[in-house]
């Protein structure tokens, strides 16, 4: 019984790991994306960066809800909190391939 409960404990700091590092890709990203480099240079860009930078302050709202929610619970059970660690995880790579579209489509058209 113990090995099952330290492979669940490795698992859920993994999650909470990854999840860090995509905070730190996410922020990188950001900065990027507010470079001169890559500003929009015509209407439809602007509405991406628009939404870009729309998703990733929902995408940080996410991540410090989540982060409480597991401080929070630490010493106890937490119900569905690793589901929420999975859509957390989903929306970064939907956030990732959303940034690099915009900046492959930005060099395009450059």
């Known amino acids: 019984m113990e090995h099952i409960s330290s492979k669940n404990t490795y698992h859920k700091q993994e999650l909470l790991i990854r999840m860090e590092r995509n905070h730190e890709v996410i922020q990188r990203l950001s900065k990027k994306l507010c470079s001169y480099t890559y500003e929009p240079k015509c209407p439809s860009s602007f509405e991406k960066y628009n939404d870009l930078k729309r998703n990733f302050k929902l995408f940080e709202k996410y991540q410090k809800n989540l982060m409480d929610m597991i401080h929070r619970k ?24 959303d940034i690099a579209a915009y900046l492959l489509d930005t060099l395009e058209h450059s």
């Open 74 to 97: 630490k010493a106890g059970a937490v119900q569905g909190l690793e589901r929420e660690v999975q859509l957390h995880l989903k929306r970064f790579r939907e956030l990732e391939a």
